[in-house]
């Protein structure tokens, strides 16, 4: 590489110090892609790490691997720091290139300045993004930054093929890699790019050019580095490549049961990974306050005789081994979930953790944010039972040495023993079952209407009227048969506990008057109309037709041990379905069926009103 072309990276490396000696004006706005950054970086719950950098007097690079977005500049930056530059990557790729003299300030940096100046534009500091910090001071300075961990995904990660990069990477922070190591998986970024940094500080912004002493620079992590590799696009920035369903993390929230994360190999040898689940450090003040660590769930191995995966927790850290890179296995898929059985709380509630992955070789560490709330049950939970037993009321009589039944005094036979237990029937019967769970109710419903009211919202409602009439396309109705209509629809209470473990019951009443539903009574035959001879009066029951009363019990199941079953209670419950059938004649006359089988609801709603009115 010849002397001039180094120059000309130097010039183009040092530009914020040839904008301070030209006088030029700082930034009049930020971009669109600052917003962006913004929008992707701040969110409401999260979890906090504290990131420690050195400052040395003068001019600093500085990378910072987590989001300090919650409070403003000043909030955060002590005395000894009187200026920050954040440096606008992919709107000053292209511009370096053409004229690397005459940048336009309004694009290529967002500054902040102690004593304010009304063009300063940089208002927070966010992650994954590079700055030029002002250490005022004549000795060194540790400047602490209290943010929420970003994903290296956030909001943007990569090295432009054309002009320079400031940029940092997720290194381990104690022992990193030297820039030999580091870079040595690809050759060719290490041979044919420059490389420059402000090691001891420097009073005019201009960096020292260092790629000739890779075997003894380290690459330290919250360093920003200027980097040119023209022609050549880039991904490597360590030893792993980690993609994530979500560019802000991971987030279970109150309902979901798992989450998965790819795993890449970059190396040619083959790599194993270490995760590691860490706290989260105290909410600063004003934010969310974090009520525990996350129980956090990796999916295991496929049991082969029943189908289930098995699950481990992070009480201790979890390897992962990598093939080499481009062969079979350099890429593996890991499927995350939070144990939801012993998630306890309200959904307010917030639990943070920050997962750790690091690899054998002590070149990267990526930290993940991981968040979830405990679930609430409210919601419309739709599923059926499978009643596939009845029990047996089957009695034995006793009989004599010829084999004949014995009648007692009363001319009746006698009996010895009843058969009582629950036996399979010959064919399994499908119920329907609708439950929608409030914050103060619980209903076991006939029917329910799922869609947007007229204005607008979506509610679950237990009429077709409460709805938009003309968005009835988008709408469902969901009914069960088996139970009786009624035209108010309001549904039979439930009590008792909805949740693992727990159970839940309610009576369907079925009168013997009742035309629309009761299975004794058609109007086709004099003798099943619940009419009397002149057909004016109603008969008493058990004289035409019986009262039917169903007593249902939902007995959930505790959680089983297999990854499914532990991370789904948030929006899947199971169990053993019961019914007393109590049908009622004459006077005190009564003969009670018990049937048994298992159930399964699934949440299709999340929302906890039932519009009745």
Request: hydrophobic share 35%.
């Amino acid at each position: 590489m010849n002397a001039s072309h180094s120059k000309e990276s130097l010039k183009q490396c040092s530009i914020l110090g040839e904008l301070r000696q030209k006088g030029m004006q700082r930034l009049a706005s930020l971009s669109g892609l600052l917003t962006v950054f913004l929008g992707l970086a701040h969110v409401a719950h999260a979890q906090w790490q504290t990131q420690s950098i050195t400052l040395k007097p003068g001019w600093n690079a500085v990378y910072l691997h987590v989001d300090a977005s919650h409070y403003g500049v000043a909030d955060v930056t002590p005395a000894p720091i009187d200026e920050i530059w954040l440096w606008n990557r992919i709107r000053s790729g292209d511009r370096f290139m053409s004229d690397p003299a005459s940048p336009s300030p309004s694009q290529d940096w967002a500054s902040w300045n102690r004593i304010p100046l009304a063009s300063d534009t940089l208002g927070t500091l966010i992650g994954n993004a590079a700055y030029l910090v002002r250490n005022s001071s004549g000795s060194d300075y540790e400047w602490t930054v209290k943010g929420k961990p970003l994903p290296p995904t956030v909001p943007s990660y990569g090295w432009t093929s054309r002009g320079v990069n400031l940029i940092g990477f997720s290194t381990p922070e104690n022992n990193p890699p030297t820039f030999s190591e580091f870079l040595s998986p690809v050759q060719r970024l290490a041979s044919g790019g420059e490389f420059y940094r402000y090691d001891d500080g420097d009073q005019d912004v201009k960096p020292s050019r260092f790629d000739a002493f890779f075997n003894t620079v380290q690459v330290h992590r919250g360093q920003a580095y200027w980097v040119r590799h023209e022609g050549e696009f880039n991904r490597y920035f360590g030893a792993f490549e980690v993609v994530l369903q979500s560019p802000s993390g991971i987030d279970f929230g109150s309902s979901r049961s798992q989450s998965s994360l790819r795993i890449r190999n970059a190396t040619s040898a083959e790599l194993t990974v270490t995760l590691t689940l860490e706290p989260s450090e105290a909410a600063p003040a004003g934010e969310t306050a974090i009520t525990g660590e996350v129980p956090l769930l990796l999916r295991g191995a496929l049991n082969p005789s029943d189908l289930t995966y098995g699950s481990e927790n992070f009480a201790s850290a979890r390897q992962v081994t990598l093939k080499p890179r481009g062969e079979r296995g350099s890429e593996i898929e890991v499927i995350l979930g939070v144990n939801r059985s012993v998630l306890t709380g309200n959904p307010s509630d917030l639990y943070a953790g920050i997962l750790r992955l690091t690899d054998a070789l002590g070149y990267s560490q990526v930290d993940l944010p991981v968040t979830a709330h405990p679930s609430s049950s409210s919601g419309l939970w739709v599923g059926s039972a499978v009643v596939n037993q009845v029990r047996h009321a089957l009695k034995t009589y006793e009989k004599d040495e010829e084999g004949n039944v014995v009648l007692n005094s009363n001319g009746r036979y006698v009996v010895t023993s009843t058969k009582t237990d629950l036996g399979s029937v010959a064919r399994p019967f499908n119920l329907r079952l609708i439950v929608h769970k409030g914050n103060t109710a619980m209903n076991l419903l006939q029917r329910v209407y799922h869609g947007l009211n007229t204005a607008q919202a979506e509610v679950v409602a237990i009429k077709e009227s409460f709805l938009d009439a003309t968005q009835l396309a988008s709408a469902r109705r969901i009914s069960s048969s088996h139970f009786p209509f009624s035209e108010g629809n309001a549904g039979w209470p439930l009590g008792g506990s909805f949740a693992q473990g727990g159970s839940v019951t309610a009576t369907v009443p079925l009168g013997h008057g009742d035309y629309e539903s009761n299975p004794f009574l058609h109007g086709f035959h004099p003798d099943h109309d619940n009419l009397d001879a002149t057909f004016e009066a109603d008969e008493p029951q058990g004289t035409e037709s019986y009262t039917v009363q169903r007593a249902i019990t939902l007995s959930f199941s505790d959680p089983g041990t297999d990854f499914a079953s532990l991370v789904s209670g948030g929006n899947q419950m199971i169990g053993e379905y019961g019914e007393t059938i109590t049908f009622k004649g004459l006077a005190e006359e009564s003969f009670e069926i018990d049937t048994a089988g298992g159930f399964a609801l699934r949440r299709i709603s999340h929302i906890d009103t039932l519009t009745t009115q």
